[in-house]
């Protein structure tokens, strides 16, 4: 038996994949046999902390954006011989320079997930914000990365554009398997709950958005897609948690492009809303200008859903090789593209890309396969469990 200690920022699902993916890959261990601890920097009343499905220790609360806490290396330094891996997940916070701090102390290996927090479109898109991270950047990741057993990446394309955000850059790099669970619960019932919650969508064909509503993930593509398709029987669901404040102004954009009576905004879905959505979409759509992995195109995938997505979702290779969704570039063009395409299908070849999702799904997802794949790469770069 392995024990792993995951340390984290945050574990507020509204952050995305890494807390998802972690709690997905947490519960496919446990039934392996394996124990997951993890310890996040968030205050200890935070409401997301209810659950705990996932054993979670908040040793914050973190202070600004870089969530320090004087609580991180003295809990490690007393705790983390316990565990026969560290794992820290993510960086640019404390979480990864505390981890590092203190298992240099100790003298015990760690291992980084990066979760495409190096991908070079965050340089250009947010040039001011990387010239502040360069000044960050050699006293702080660089050497967390560096003095790490391993840093690892969900896939080859994300392991190569990491390398090209900072000229100074030393890793040891690893992919590994990512992946997610299907969907859990009865399919119809899902559905039922879904479209009571959203009734002007029962019985209707949509295309299904469902993660965070930023900047990067295309939105106002999408919509500008959405509105020069001439099949006005589809409709457009932009769901998740808008951590940047921009519904308002998409909203409004909507409105101009003469399609908000088409476009439903859900807000976050989780449980059986969110499986619903899947299982009632015709496709799932993610325009996204950067993606590291996309747990919920895996999603997608694993509920049988075609996905359309662009080419800076790092596992559009796969998906693109297995049939089982379209893809192109992450622009106006690309974007309009997916959807023309989509809705210039026959019903025969939707069927046809539809079938393929689920395979596609368990030969590259399967969230069973990915928490083996960790715990190889684990056993290579540090040693098999105590």
Known sequence: ???????????????????????????????????????????????????????????????????????????????????????????????????????????????????????????????????????????????????????????????????????LYRAKERVVHYGTGGPAGEAKAQVEAFEDRFPELQGRRFLLFLSRIHEKKGCDLLLRAFARLEDRDLRLVIAGPDQVGWVAELQGLAQRLGVADRVTWPGMLSGDLKWGAFQSCEAFVLPSHQENFGIVVAEALACGKPVLISNKVNIWREIESAGAGLVAGDTQAGTDELLARWTAMTAAEREAMTAKARPCFEANFEIEQAARSLLQVLAEVVGPPK
């Open 1 to 167: 038996m392995a024990r792993l200690l995951h340390v984290i920022a945050t574990t507020d699902p509204a952050t995305g994949g890494p807390i998802e993916g972690l709690r997905q890959r947490a519960e496919a261990l446990r039934r392996m046999g394996h124990e997951t601890q993890v310890v996040c920097c968030d205050t200890p009343e935070s409401p997301w902390l209810t659950d705990q499905s996932l054993p979670i220790l908040a040793l914050g609360p973190g202070r600004g954006r870089f969530g320090f806490t004087p609580n991180l290396v003295p809990w490690l330094l007393a705790h983390a011989g316990e565990f026969d891996y560290v794992v820290v997940n993510g960086i640019w916070q404390y979480n990864s320079l505390g981890t590092r701090k203190a298992m240099l102390r100790l003298g015990k290996p760690y291992v980084v997930f990066t979760h495409g927090m190096l991908d070079p479109w965050f340089k250009r898109a947010y040039p001011f914000k990387h010239l502040k991270k360069w000044l960050y950047w050699p006293w702080g990741d660089y050497r967390v990365l560096r003095d790490a057993a391993a840093v690892l990446f969900t896939s080859d394309e994300e392991r190569v554009l990491a390398r090209q955000s900072f000229w």
